[in-house]
């Protein structure tokens, strides 16, 4: 289920917990504006990578590139990271893998060929997020918020880690249960059923 809820509301909300004032727009010249805006993608890609959302994670192709040498006897094959993944959850058939970086950005590792990814991607679109989800992200984005904006409470800060913390298992649990996993498809059991 997408949230109806804007980006102007999420940061709105956030100023709520932290007991700020709000804003009218992310434009406006004000600390909690300007604190908004400086925060928000941070917070975004952070309460993503915190769980699996299913309306984050997609499939994606992955293009091969040539294996580091220094990974050549462990490793078959080397892969880039697609853009905007923010985390790898499974490579092919859910074999090994190894996320690794190096001067040129991130790559995957693994010994399946011709692989496709599953992970989490980021998704700045927030009509595609759960109410939940929405819920969950403006207390993130309160936790990073507080700082400039309150300054000395370092009491203020921890009580909302603790409300992020909290908000997360219901979060999780309603987006756990949306769907179903496909059976197992045995090719010893397909076999039997065609007797």
Known sequence: MSSTAG????????????GS??????????PEAVQCGLFWDRA??????DYPWNFATRRARLAEKPLPEAWAGEWRHCYA????????LRVGRGGPFRLRGDGQGAFILSDEGQAWLEGVFDTPDVS???????????RRLACLI????LKNNPGKLQELE????????????????????AP???AWLQARRAW
């Open 81 to 88: 990271l697609p853009d905007l993944c923010l985390r790898a």
């Open 7 to 18: 980006k102007l509301d999420i940061c709105n909300m956030a100023l709520g917990f932290i």
């Open 162 to 181: 603790q409300l992020y913390r909290m908000a997360l298992p219901k979060a999780t649990g309603q987006d756990a249960a949306e769907g179903r996993e």
């Open 44 to 49: 975004r890609r952070a309460a993503l990578e």
């Open 184 to 186: 197992n498809r045995d």
């Open 128 to 138: 595609l997020w759960s109410e939940l989800f929405v819920m969950a992200m403006a």
């Open 21 to 30: 004032r709000g804003i009218a727009s992310l434009t406006e010249n004000t």
């Open 146 to 149: 507080a700082i400039p904006l």
